[in-house]
């Protein structure tokens, strides 16, 4: 966390060493936000589906964007029932560009969350590689029709492991601690202010805001423009 901070501080014009504030943190008992260690499974895999290849074998690297996307479901716990979010992500960016919530894990959500993130991305995606796990989202008819007609290739890792889609599983990790325990207590009321709540996390501080070490402490968009600019 010292060194999020101290690239914070380094954005807002303040000169201070890495050190100095790791020290100053520790003086002052500040500390991350832990994660708790709960959770609730949510794949649900249909035996009688076709399965995709695994065409990323826990490699998790891009050198570009739209060439790797891994997508996967969680779970938004509020006091009127779980509301489902899937997300699609780019692994070159780690940017979160597709994203549906609903109150039902039903095959809809996961297809609209791949409509936004090819929306996103101007419809230009033909060889895009989409990989998720092996939940009966992922292996079903309605999914496989809109991946082929934007000209993406399934791949599927290993059902209920995390290691096989570790970079979806980490953005989880920290929309929980962050948003759910941090800001929420765990749980938020219902899913109308679960949904307003989600949304701002990731598009106005995830996507723009939050710095990721792996990206040299740039949040997604910036890293993402940064890499279009030189390109250009």
């Known amino acids: ?24 943190m520790r003086e002052a008992d500040l500390v991350g ?40 479901v969680t779970y938004v716990p509020t006091l009127t029932g779980w509301l489902y979010l899937a997300t699609v992500l780019d692994v070159f960016s780690r940017r979160v560009i597709g994203w549906s919530m609903a109150g039902d894990r039903k095959t809809q959500l996961v297809v609209d969350a791949v409509a936004m993130a090819v929306n996103r991305r101007g419809g230009d995606v033909a060889g895009v590689i989409h990989h998720s796990d092996h939940g009966g989202e992922y292996t079903s008819h309605d999914l496989e029709r809109a991946l082929r007609a934007a000209g993406i290739t399934a791949s599927m890792g290993s059902v209920g492991d995390c290691f ?11 929309l929980k601690t962050e948003l759910f325990i941090h800001e929420h207590g765990g749980r938020f009321d219902n899913h109308h202010q679960a949904r307003l709540a989600v949304f701002d996390w990731i598009e106005t501080f995830y996507n723009r ?17 940064n890499y279009l600019t030189t390109a250009a």
Request: a positive charge.
């Open 209 to 225: 805001k939050r710095k990721h070490s792996a990206l040299g402490y740039l949040p997604p968009e910036t890293f993402e423009t």
């Open 33 to 72: 936000v832990s994660r708790r260690r709960w959770r609730i499974g949510t794949t649900q895999r249909d035996h009688s589906a076709a399965l995709a290849p695994d065409l990323v074998d826990r490699q998790f690297v891009a050198d570009r964007p739209n060439e790797l996307w891994v997508a996967d």
């Open 164 to 174: 096989d889609n570790g970079m979806a599983e980490s953005v989880f990790a920290t």
């Open 1 to 24: 966390m010292g060194r999020r901070v101290h690239a914070e501080l380094a954005d807002l014009g303040v000169r201070v060493g890495r050190k100095r504030v790791a020290r100053l």
